[in-house]
């Protein structure tokens, strides 16, 4: 990593998240690892913050951004829970779930951070540096991947640093992110249905499990991050099921497909979902102009992979 990437970066020590803690009260951008990607934060409450946020993206004003709240009294603050919430809640949070819900009337969100919807988007992130600033920080956070809008999400401080450069105003490391893909995000309707609008970690078969089945999604407006066809792109063109490369390509491989960078040599899902932003980096990179990807099957996780590897394909 070259020392002007470096010179950002801060040790998530007791040190770096009180820094962080100190310039997100400020108004400030600070980059926070959470176990899905990185988030580029800020206080939801002050327009002005969320203004840095979408500068230093270049982030289209109508995609909502996801709020990151440290407990249930906080999200309760900015948002209206129903006993459906509690229960996604009571099984899911800390972790890779967002609800959109209701906005409390009065949460003080700053307009930027709801794009103009009566929802708010809500998660309580399970990372224990971005859990310790959410706490030291004492507000809730919007951060959406810390990465310039439509292009791959980072899973690692260096990602963050190449990809805002001194935008991100400071790293904090927290090594690679466990997860490696963003949260699933369900909408939680006023008349009892629910709806997936963005698939990760957590299955839309374990929703369900609770909730019972999932409604269609009839209405094209955008409510969620990641909803935007064009969105986690590396900047070349994409192959999508290549069971070899093509001339000129850099092959993502996956299980008995190897390549110049392999998402899981045993095909387990979850350890391709944490390699694969990392490989789409890899691509990125490379000297080759064009990027193909082995076919990964869509049971579990693997529908939320290929969601991402369609839209970085788009």
Known sequence: ???FASSLIRSADAAGVAEAARRLRAGQL???PTETVYGL???ADRAEAVAAIYRAKGRPDFNPLIVHVAGIEQAEAVALLDERAHLLARHFWPGPLT????LREGAGIAPAVTAGLPT??????AHPVMRAVLAQAGLPLAAPSANRSGGVSPTEAGHVARSLGDAAGMVLDGGACAKGLESTIVALRADGSWQLLRPGPITEGEIAALL???AAITEAKVEAPGQLAGHYAPGKPVRLNADRAMPEEFLIGFGDISGDCTLSETGDLAEAAARLYACLHAGAAAPQPRIAIAPIGEQGIGAAINDRLRRAAA
């Open 41 to 43: 934060a800020a206080r």
């Open 1 to 3: 990593m070259d020392s």
């Open 30 to 32: 600070v980059a926070v």
């Open 212 to 214: 019972g089945p999932s």
């Open 120 to 125: 708010i988007a809500v998660r309580m992130p």
């Open 99 to 102: 609800m959109v819900l209701p």
